[in-house]
């Protein structure tokens, strides 16, 4: 971003202040159509350009008539260069500014964060975070200017405290931050604004990372004259003593994401209840590894980890999975079983949520989540593998490819069962000839359309089959 800041200034000899008027005009003009009627306005302004971009707007303010109070976090003197002068047009209007007490609030309709923007590297402490906590406890609606502060915009960690906007207005470029870990609760929603910057600007830019696109599906119409075996053949081991309803999930998300066929190893006395739940599955009850000869050699891609459990009975079965040349995705327990032996295989998806991610890379969760993109890159590289780190803002990443970022999916999702059947999805598009990254990309991005659409009722008490229930919907739109 300060690349691209860079060359709007200099290659194409735009001045610093008329690209933060634009900044600040557009953040205005947002808080204008959010908040139409507020008329009491106070602006958190910080020390360096962002503060500028809060001048800018309160200036605004004051031209429409609005009640305008600008408390000065950081020490408005030391202010320079496009900041500088934004702020001696807000004084020039008659704008007022004050240092931060905390008093004004009571009677802001909006509070604007204009306090930190991209450059924020390390945690907030003494006053700065004082006033975040301030604004977040004042029960105001919050406009956040390019992002929230307190947010690494590289990340989404929260550097000490972060303001939990209602409405954040970015500029130029996405920031990866703003869609994962903690950036979609303090994002609220998103606008953007190019501040009139042409294309060419990004020449020669590779992004941090991209977006899921929702606007174009890697699955083909099917022939008319298709049968069941045009779609690949998922086999899904899982299920130890009392756990056999993870890889029902798994199945039926499989079934319903187009898969032509499912096979099933589980224990015995998971059989009768899938005969009963999910009788388009084929189901094999094992107590021993030897007992599924001859299952895997008919199946396309495996399923490994849906309540396996991390006894004896699931690690022979993934012993049994990973000596295959089948694409495996791998979820759950066998995901804790490879922990404690690390291998490399190649033609394998490994879907780690940030506890299974830590045990993967031996350290903390907290750690996986100040970095989630480090995270996913570092599981990538360590295992040879297309990793999809799940959680707000799932990542997908694959050795010497952009990391994608979902921006999709809801709270509600926070549900026993969901990770199964994400499992089952991804596998029954590799089933249907998706290669493995396109099947994870797609597979996180019907999984989340889902669960949205599930969650229409409300985000409380989602099941996982109520996303299982939406599939067939999202994957033919």
Not at 83 to 93: E, P, S
Not at 225 to 241: M, N, P, R, S, T
Request: charged fraction near 20%.
């Amino acid at each position: 971003m300060r690349e691209l800041d860079r060359r709007v200034i200099e290659d194409q000899h735009v001045p610093a202040l008329t690209l933060m008027t634009r900044a600040g005009t557009a953040a205005w003009q947002t808080l204008q159509r959010n908040w139409p009627k507020a008329r009491d306005i106070v602006v958190f302004a910080g020390a360096g350009n962002n503060a500028g971009d809060g001048y800018v707007l309160a200036t605004q303010a004051l031209r429409a008539k609005r009640r305008v109070a600008v408390l000065n976090v950081g020490d408005p003197a030391k202010l320079t260069g496009a900041a500088a002068m934004a702020r001696k047009r807000f004084l020039a209007a008659k704008g007022r500014e004050q240092p931060f007490t905390g008093e004004l609030l009571a009677k802001a309709d909006v509070i604007v964060d204009a306090l930190f923007g991209i450059g924020l590297d390390r945690p907030l402490r003494d006053h700065w975070a004082q006033a975040v906590e301030r604004i977040n406890a004042s029960g105001k609606p919050v406009l956040a200017v390019d992002i929230p502060s307190g947010l690494s915009a590289d990340s989404g960690a929260i550097l000490g405290a972060a303001v939990r906007a209602t409405v954040t207005q970015t500029f130029i470029g996405l920031k990866a931050g703003l869609f994962t870990g903690a950036g979609p609760s303090c994002t609220g929603e998103l606008e953007f604004d190019m501040l009139k910057v042409p294309p060419r600007t990004f020449e020669s830019m590779p992004p941090h990372a991209s977006l899921l696109d929702d606007a174009h599906s890697p699955l083909p119409r099917r022939a008319r004259a298709a049968h069941k075996g045009d779609f690949g053949h998922v086999l899904v081991i899982g299920g130890d003593h009392g756990m056999g309803g993870a890889p029902c999930l798994s199945a039926g998300a499989a079934l319903r994401s187009g898969a032509g066929l499912v096979s099933v190893i589980t224990r015995p006395e998971h059989v009768a209840g899938f005969l009963a739940g999910l009788p388009e599955a084929m189901v094999r009850g094992v107590d021993d590894a030897a007992e599924a000869a001859g299952l895997f050699e008919r199946a396309t891609v495996i399923a490994a980890g849906p309540g396996l459990g991390q006894g004896e009975w699931g690690r022979q079965l993934l012993t049994r999975a990973l000596a295959t040349p089948l694409p495996l995705v791998v979820d759950a327990d066998a995901l804790n079983l490879l922990a404690t032996q690390p291998q490399t295989r190649g033609q394998w998806i490994l879907t780690p949520h940030p506890g299974e991610a830590a045990r993967l890379l031996q350290q903390s969760v907290v750690e996986v989540q100040q970095d989630r993109l480090k995270a996913a890159a570092r599981i990538a590289e360590k295992y040879r593998a297309v990793v999809v780190l799940k959680g707000a803002g799932s990542i997908v990443a694959a050795n010497g490819e952009t990391p994608t970022i979902c921006r999709h999916g809801n709270p509600g999702m926070a549900a026993p069962g969901m990770g199964d059947a994400l499992t089952g999805i991804i596998a029954a598009l590799v089933a249907q000839g998706l290669t493995l990254s396109e099947a994870a990309r797609a597979g996180v991005q019907a999984h989340a359309h889902a669960g949205d659409r599930a969650a229409k009722a409300g985000e409380r008490g989602l099941l996982a089959r109520d996303l299982i229930a939406e599939l067939r919907a999202v994957l033919n739109a």
